[in-house]
């Protein structure tokens, strides 16, 4: 299978789909040519997941922060949204994909998040391939939801401050129901999480390449799940450990 171990691939897959303004920049083209390309881009590595079996794949498509960039991007970058949910329904339909949303739906605009909501719940039965869209996410305010939950749990009676733990926090998580991501890929060289899924990664590997979000296509995800694969993980144990235990890496994690 294209130089990959079927039985070691990763079961969730998290990616910083960044670059889409230099790719764009290169070709003196506008920043919102760059946001079009990088649509063909989420279209291939939805497909592969789905071709190859990788059952979770998370993508971060607007941060808490990108509302800070030009009014006419943002409005450029809805309008992409939305007609990408329009055009990828019926292959999401057809290949038995899971949408899900990962992020704050305050502030999101409303027929977008009507368009969304909808295709949530037509494919909230499907269960080949689970992609969850990171769409006004923040890690920090995903956390701090979280904590908001559990106090109002606390004061409801419906639980005491002795249970937390890191499981009991990870439950009131967008992602509660969902492993951790085994693989971060994050495109365009930029070496930072950008407050993406700060919980869930503490023990992900990271993969990260120059080529830009646009250009990145099924060779190059492919080239992220083969570097993957020659990673030993570890999780706090040695080498020798993991040999003697004749565990594989996941199997440790699990
Ligand atoms: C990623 O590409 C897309 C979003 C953050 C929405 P960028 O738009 O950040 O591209 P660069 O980093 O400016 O090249
Ligand atoms: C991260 O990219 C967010 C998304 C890919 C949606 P940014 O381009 O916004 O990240 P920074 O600001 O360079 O860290
Ligand atoms: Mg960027």
């Known amino acids: 299978m ?10 969730h897959v998290a990616v910083i789909m960044d670059g889409n303004g230099r790719w764009a920049k290169k070709r003196l083209l506008h920043r ?49 949204f939305r007609r990408f949910l329009r055009s990828e329904r019926p292959r999401m339909m057809e290949n038995e994909i899971r949408v899900r949303h990962v992020g704050d739906p305050d502030g999101i605009p409303e027929d977008v998040y009507a ?23 923040g890690g920090r305010h995903e956390i701090a939801r979280a904590a908001r939950l559990f106090a109002e749990d606390v004061q409801s009676g ?6 937390m733990s890191p499981e009991v926090l990870a439950s009131y998580l967008f992602t509660a129901d969902i492993p951790d991501p085994d693989l ?10 950008s407050n993406f899924l700060l919980w869930q990664i503490a ?32 999780f706090g144990k040695t080498s020798e450990q993991l040999g003697q235990e004749g565990l594989t890496p996941e199997a440790v994690a699990r």
């Open 2 to 11: 294209e130089g990959l171990d079927p039985h070691r691939l990763p079961r």
């Open 32 to 80: 919102v040519a760059g946001h079009e390309a990088g649509a063909e881009s989420v279209r291939v590595v939805i497909e592969t997941a789905r071709r190859l079996g990788i059952p979770y794949l998370t993508l971060y498509a607007f941060s808490k922060e990108n509302w800070q960039r030009p009014q006419r991007e943002i409005q450029a970058l809805w309008h992409l």
């Open 115 to 137: 368009e969304f909501a909808a295709l949530i719940r037509d494919t909230a039965h499907f269960n080949k391939l689970t992609v969850n869209l990171a769409l006004n996410y």
């Open 158 to 163: 419906r639980r005491d401050p002795s249970e």
């Open 184 to 193: 971060v890929i994050r495109t365009s060289g930029e070496c930072r999480v």
């Open 203 to 234: 023990y992900a590997e990271l993969y990260i390449t120059e080529t830009l979000w646009p250009d990145f296509r099924e060779e190059e995800f492919l080239e992220a799940l083969r570097e993957y694969q020659r990673r030993e993980r570890r």
